[in-house]
């Protein structure tokens, strides 16, 4: 028997339409998302089925609306008896795994992850803040260009992706310096991200002060399943080191390639990612190729999965 992760995706992941032709063909999906509009003062449905594209890409739109599709797709895939042992979300995912991990309801996540993307944009109100991805060094070579491009200002490791890619953020000046060493140290590519703003950065250090004031009026329960936080690498269940987690989250890396090792390492060998797009498939095959690598976010996926399974 298959032992299944479900694994949810973050930021970056959203395009308008998604989860369109799955909550036309299944109610399940079309009930979440309704869900998802009682619980926001935004209509969620109509920004992820038809935009406008600016307005989805604002974080504070973006969060809630990854939320409610991946945990659309999650709720379809246990209609289909599909299930999870263990559950992990890249950045902004880990909120979908958490709902999925019974730690939090779901109009709870939608409201949180409204207020932590409305945060993270406060925290950086004049748009100072870049990200880049640089593609082909090791990790540590990635801290040493971080040190030299902080001469311009600041500028930090923000995720541990997979083999081969890793994620710095910043200021846009230390940034675009610190790429550019990337690349004259051997990197294949260096790309600008299309986010808006410096996230997993200490320039996100008052967003994660405000979070966790606002974290401290929600009771979180002992997770059903072991979930797998980014600042961890780590199994947890418990509401204190999950909300601990999220604190540290906003301002800290992510370690996504440790994350997937140790689930791995206990024997976890079919990794479904839950929600829009397929970055974190792509991640896996560059991890370990000797898992299987599934997604599901539209009814083509689907097919695909449920014929793979």
């Known amino acids: 028997m298959s032992k299944i992760a479900f ?11 998604m989860g369109q032709d799955l909550a036309e063909e299944f109610p399940v999906v079309k009930e979440t998302f309704k869900e998802a509009n009682q619980a926001l003062d935004i209509d969620i449905t109509k920004l992820c089925f038809t935009g406008p594209e600016d307005k989805l890409k604002e974080t504070a739109n973006t969060q809630p609306a990854i939320l409610a599709t991946s945990i659309a797709v999650y709720r379809l895939l246990l209609e289909k008896g599909i299930e999870p042992e263990v559950v992990a979300g890249h950045s902004l995912g880990e909120y979908s795994a958490l709902v999925a991990a019974g730690v939090i309801d779901f109009a709870t996540g939608l409201q949180l992850v409204r207020k932590r993307g409305q945060l993270m944009s406060q925290a950086d109100p004049s748009g100072e803040g870049a990200m880049a991805a640089i593609i082909g060094l090791e990790p540590q070579e990635v801290k040493e260009v971080c040190q030299q491009g902080s001469e311009k200002g600041i500028v930090e490791v923000a995720n541990y992706n997979c083999p081969g890619q890793v994620v710095i953020s910043g200021q846009k000046k230390a940034v675009t310096n610190t790429a550019e060493l990337a690349q004259e140290a051997g990197a294949k590519k260096a790309i600008t991200l299309n986010v808006s703003g410096p996230f997993h950065s200490s320039l996100m250090e008052s967003a994660g002060k405000k979070l966790a004031d606002y974290l401290e009026q929600i009771e979180f329960n002992e997770a059903d399943l072991p979930l797998v936080p980014n600042v961890k690498a780590d199994f947890t269940t418990q509401p204190a080191e999950i909300k601990e987690a999220l604190i540290k989250q ?8 440790e994350s997937i090792k140790q689930m791995i390492n206990e024997d976890l060998d079919t990794f479904i990612e839950v929600g829009p797009g397929r970055v974190l498939k ?24 449920l014929k793979k399974l």
């Open 250 to 257: 906003i301002s800290g890396s992510v370690r996504w390639e």
């Open 7 to 17: 694994i949810f995706p973050g930021q970056g992941s959203q395009h308008v339409g």
């Open 282 to 305: 792509g991640f896996m095959r560059r991890i370990d190729r000797s898992v299987t690598a599934l997604n599901v976010g539209s009814m083509r996926s689907l097919k695909k999965t």
